[in-house]
């Protein structure tokens, strides 16, 4: 029996660690965060590798996707969702 792979969003991806995306949920009416998200490189099957979380309370989130790296906030981070390796 295969079991389907556990997927998280990327906002509780722990540092250090590597995912590859799978989905982007849409973000609120009129605010496009998604779609910046999409022209930043986070679309599916790209690999990602969150760096750092900031102090106090996790925000802003160090990502780094292909040779970039990236600040998200945290809610900006929830709509992605990913695949741990």
């Known amino acids: 029996m295969t079991l389907a792979p556990t997927l ?3 906002d509780a ?3 250090g660690k590597s995912a590859t995306v799978i989905h982007l949920a849409p973000g609120e009416p009129g605010a496009d965060v998604s779609r910046r998200l999409m022209e ?7 690999q990602i590798r969150m760096l750092k979380r900031g102090l106090p309370g996790g925000d802003p989130l160090a990502v780094r996707v ?3 790296t990236f600040a998200l906030r945290r809610f ?3 709509l992605v969702s990913i695949r741990p390796e």
């Open 8 to 10: 998280i969003t990327l």
């Open 13 to 15: 991806l722990a540092a």
């Open 76 to 78: 900006e981070a929830a």
């Open 66 to 68: 292909g040779q970039s």
């Open 40 to 46: 930043l490189g986070f679309v599916p099957g790209e």
